[in-house]
């Protein structure tokens, strides 16, 4: 933890986090021994009365103690620590069933009771933190329902109606008033829903019209309450099997589908990317248990569940919304274990712990089932998703009818391969700033929202002020990775976004911190200063930084400035060089200006920094403006600047567009076979726009040439919106050559945007619903009912078991059976490791002698026997070997694991990470002019 930062509240919408860091929660012992309660708990809600304890878990059930409230009848309140009555003496005379939080007349209950702590009140009753009230109808004198009540919900349809409270159960009357099984409560007077005559509502079922679930849900065509239960008809007559709807504006009914099943526990909306939608769990056995509406039918959720649902929640990681299940159930139909609570991954049902345990232990006779949940955040323990019902097991310790644990999947930190760091714009202080995602496989449906695993450091760390937000680390851009194992991150300043959310730490807008890859503490990495050499600092008056890359050749990283638009080489965490590729610094405060702006850095091998030039814009371009471009600077055998740079490539604009906005990041594919580079929509100083911006590849460089041609018209294209020029300015691959790119409007849809990360396949995309058709696309913020333009940043890829770092260069020569020898590489050279890099060779001649030969000083291109040497002298070799195979056939093979060949000693310059090695094969072959055969070459270099 570093000193002089600003303290920043843990942010209350968690994300997923490893298994090590959250479990189920060991409070809930029985009364006496722990927080537990010692009955039935049917349901919970969570609400804050506004009286300064903030938020409280509210349970209603059978129960008559809670923790050591032993006058906690049926009804309590949790504040995270302990219980407490809720209401003067606490005393309930009979359950309470169904539970809801409202904000204008605070807690709502219905169950059994006709009494609630000493007010007459039949079946339902409001609660405002210190007293309860009955719920009367003023033209009848006559409060709640002569039944009883199982599901409660407080709406606001909006103009012209108020807020209105439902009670759904088994009654026949409300307010003295004809109602089947439900009805409504305007604040003054109660009412039946559809036919007045004969109280309208549910009948039939096996429970005679029963309702135990009450949601509001729009379908595109108005708000409508939909209600779910053991009923078969609605309305006195309609046939509605299990759900039916019924519209506030029309006062009509109308079922929904046809459900074969006993009944419908609850319902719900969730949103699984594609779209809100209404959800139903309940005793379903032919259909898991729990099913999706579609408009048209019911389908299953996922693989299913193997018996009853009772309840369903949404339930918030990182503001993604994940959906989780509480029941009667024991496993999914794909054979997960996920005793009576399960969370819904992809398309299967897991547990919340590794080991299956789940909710279990039977009480009174009773099997173990999960009634209810509630996500609460107490902020003082990680398990926020709690769950009521009738067990006394959870996660195999003692937990009396009451659990908790925290259902988010996780990114595995320390990193993994695989794993993606991604840094965003931060609208509060305690919004997260940089994300790490696991976007491994096994992938989702494309052009749905992935809902991949998120960490940001939240789940217990070693204080409030090592979380990843914006109060500790203020707005950053450029992300990098060391090569440390687990890997260290590194993240800049920026001021890249809008101008509200300029925000740097008391280090300044020159910063650059250091997250520890295995606990995962901030610490100033460069603070804002002089920038003398020898300093750990940055000059910086505001415009802060572009980007940051690491050198793995000689450990140490590179930075860009916009205030002064130099490249900064810091070794040892202080300024060791500058390089300055433009117009010398005036020295004048504020943004370098267009054309002396240096963007994306990257280091591409142990010769070369390649970087970007920003020279136009939207506020500044045309024809008589230099292009944006790439260039690169030739590097030291110490890894210090020479001096010499060229320019690689002026930025091609797309089709459509005139000029190609600046270059925001630079990475190159795992073979080096690719670059690819991410444009940022950019007008003016540091303000960014969107919907103008590519990432491209190109090809063809190498470790002696900068000859690189695009690859296509751009076959990586980015988000859905018009054109598909949504890129956001960071992109990378992993090792499968598939891209990531952040993104704007990946997905443009009312109710259903998505911005953030998006996965392109190895090979690229198409123009036009190809671009998000074949992509994976992931929401960082989770919150896709609104849009959150120019606040996603930049991405770095951890791949450390990519194939090794190789360049392919040179023409193999014909041999005298008409084939060409190919070289090839596997693994990684490595300087550590005593095997694990083979260089190969395949179509030799069979059964002829060969080696390969190898040199330190580079490439060349000499003709040697009737073909091209393709290694500089002085040459080394390996020893002779024969190629096997057949004598008159291509099949002739050789191979040399190069980490045991260096390990054996033979040349010590093959020991010394950051080496560069060319090397090529030779083989006999008789028949040929020259009676030898030569293959094509690579380099490749030795890593740590």
């Known amino acids: 933890m570093r000193a002089g930062l600003t303290m920043g509240a843990l942010s209350c919408v968690?994300?997923?986090?490893?298994?090590?860091?959250?479990?189920?929660?060991?409070?809930?012992?029985a009364p006496g021994a722990g927080e537990g309660v010692n009955a039935r708990i049917y349901d919970m809600v969570v609400h804050d009365f506004g009286l300064g304890a903030g938020p409280q878990l509210i349970a209603g059930g059978s129960f008559t103690a809670a923790g050591s409230v032993g006058a906690a009848t049926h009804v309590a309140a949790f504040d995270g620590t302990s219980w407490s009555a809720a209401g003067g003496s606490g005393v309930t005379d009979n359950v309470v069933f169904g539970l809801a939080s409202s904000p204008n007349w605070g807690v709502v209950a219905g169950g059994a009771f006709t009494q609630i702590d000493g007010v007459a009140a039949r079946r339902v009753a409001l609660f405002d933190g210190s007293t309860w009230w009955p719920v009367l109808d003023v033209s009848t004198g006559v409060d709640g329902v002569d039944g009883d009540v199982y599901s409660v919900l407080v709406h606001d349809f909006g103009f012209p109606f108020s807020t209105v409270l439902f009670a759904g159960g088994l009654f026949t009357s409300a307010g003295g008033k004809a109602a089947n099984n439900v009805a409504i409560w305007d604040g003054g007077n109660w009412f039946p829903l559809g036919n007045f005559p004969c109280g309208g509502g549910t009948a039939g079922g096996s429970f005679s019209g029963r309702v135990d679930a009450l949601c509001v849900f729009d379908d595109g065509a108005g708000p409508k309450l939909y209600v779910g239960g053991f009923f078969a008809s609605v309305d006195c007559g309609t046939p509605a099997s299990r759900v039916a709807s019924w519209d506030p504006f029309t006062n009509t009914w109308a079922a929904v589908g046809a459900l074969a099943g006993t009944n419908v526990y609850d319902l719900?909306?969730?949103?699984?990317?594609?779209?809100?939608?209404?959800?139903?769990?309940?005793?379903?056995?032919g259909m898991g248990n729990v099913v999706r509406w579609d408009g048209l039918s019911w389908t299953t959720v996922g693989d299913g569940l193997n018996d009853a649902v009772r309840d369903l929640l949404v339930y918030q990681c990182s503001g993604a919304p994940q959906l989780v299940a509480a029941g009667h159930f024991t496993a999914s139909n794909g054979g997960a274990a996920c005793p009576r609570a399960a969370r819904l991954l992809g398309a299967e049902w897991v547990g919340f712990d590794d080991a299956g345990a789940g909710i279990s232990g039977s009480v009174g006779g009773s099997p173990p089932i999960g009634l209810c949940m509630a996500d609460f955040d107490d902020g003082e323990h990680l398990e926020d998703l709690h769950i009521g019902g009738i067990f006394n097991t959870a996660g195999g310790a003692p937990s009396s009818f009451i659990a908790a644990t925290c259902a988010c999947a996780a990114a595995p930190f320390p990193m993994i391969n695989g794993e993606v760091a991604v840094t965003t714009m931060g609208d509060v202080d305690d919004a997260f700033v940089?994300?790490?995602?696991?976007?491994?496989?096994?992938?989702?449906?494309?052009n749905t929202n992935w809902r991949a695993p998120m960490f940001h450091n939240e789940f217990a760390p070693s204080a409030p002020s090592e979380v990843w937000t914006r109060a500790n680390l203020?707005?950053?851009?450029?992300?990098?990775?060391?090569?440390?194992?687990?890997?260290?991150?590194?993240?800049?300043?920026?001021s890249i976004y809008p101008d509200i959310s300029k925000v740097f730490t008391p280090d300044g807008p020159g910063a650059v911190f250091k997250i520890d890859g295995a606990s995962g503490d901030i610490s100033t990495f460069l603070t804002t200063g002089s920038g003398a050499l020898g300093s750990?600092?940055?000059?910086?008056?505001?415009?802060?930084?572009?980007?940051?890359?690491?050198?793995?050749?000689?450990?140490?990283?590179?930075?860009?400035?916009f205030e002064d638009g130099k490249i900064y080489r810091i070794k040892g965490g202080v300024v060791v060089q500058t390089l300055d590729p433009f117009a010398a610094d005036n020295g004048a405060a504020g943004l370098a200006p267009l054309g002396e702006r240096v963007w994306a850095v990257q280091v591409f091998n142990p010769r070369q920094l390649y970087f970007s030039r920003w020279s136009e814009d939207g506020a500044s371009n045309g024809p008589f403006v230099p292009d944006n471009s790439i260039w690169v600077a030739t590097l030291n055998g110490d890894?210090?600047?020479?001096?010499a740079t060229a320019k690689v490539i002026d930025l091609p604009p797309e089709s459509g567009q005139f000029f190609a906005m600046p270059c925001s990041d630079i990475t190159f594919s795992p073979d080096n076979k690719r670059m690819l580079i991410a444009q940022r929509t950019m007008v003016g100083g540091t303000e960014s726009l969107?919907?103008?911006?590519?990432?491209?590849?190109?090809i063809g460089g190498s470790i002696s040439s900068v000859a690189w041609t695009r690859t296509g018209a751009n076959d990586h294209w980015v988000g859905a919106y018009v054109g598909h020029l949504n890129a956001a300015g960071g992109a990378d691959y992993d090792c499968s050559l598939a891209v990531f790119a952040t993104g704007d409007a990946l997905r443009f849809a009312v109710g259903a945007y998505i911005y953030g990360l998006q996965r392109i396949p190895p090979g690229g995309n198409t123009f036009g619903a190809g671009a998000t058709s074949t992509s994976q696309l992931h929401d960082m913020n989770g919150e896709t009912s609104v849009s959150n333009k120019v606040e996603i940043g930049d991405c770095?890829?951890?791949?450390?078991?990519c194939p090794s770092k190789v360049w392919w260069y040179c023409s193999s020569k014909l041999n005298s059976l008409g084939c060409y020898p190919a070289i090839d590489a596997v693994g990684q050279a490595s300087a550590s490791m005593s095997s694990g890099f083979t260089v190969s060779c395949s179509q030799l001649v069979g059964q002829k002698l060969g080696l390969m030969f190898y040199g330190t000083q580079g490439p060349h291109a000499a003709p040697f026997q009737g073909g091209t040497l393709c290694v500089k002298p002085p040459l080394r070799r390996t020893p002779a070997a024969n190629s096997g195979g057949t004598p008159s056939a291509c099949d002739g093979a050789l191979a040399v694991d190069m980490n045991a060949f260096a390990a054996g000693g033979s040349n010590p310059t093959l020991l010394i990470p950051g080496t560069l090695v060319a090397c090529q094969f030779w083989a006999r072959d008789p028949a040929s002019p020259s009676t030898t055969s030569l293959s094509d070459a690579l380099e490749y270099y030795i890593d740590f």
């Open 14 to 29: 968690l994300s997923g986090v490893a298994t090590a860091q959250c479990g189920w929660s060991d409070r809930f012992a």
């Open 536 to 561: 750990a600092t940055l000059p910086n008056t505001g415009p802060a930084l572009g980007d940051i890359c690491y050198d793995r050749f000689r450990d140490q990283f590179f930075v860009s400035n």
């Open 474 to 494: 203020g707005q950053v851009f450029g992300v990098c990775l060391d090569t440390a194992s687990p890997p260290n991150i590194y993240v800049a300043s920026t």
């Open 690 to 698: 969107a919907h103008a911006s590519a990432v491209q590849e190109f």
């Open 268 to 285: 719900i909306v969730f949103d699984d990317g594609a779209g809100p939608a209404l959800y139903a769990g309940g005793d379903l056995p």
């Open 639 to 643: 890894g210090s600047f020479s001096g």
């Open 434 to 446: 940089l994300s790490l995602v696991d976007v491994r496989p096994p992938f989702p449906a494309p």
């Open 796 to 801: 770095e890829v951890y791949r450390p078991a």
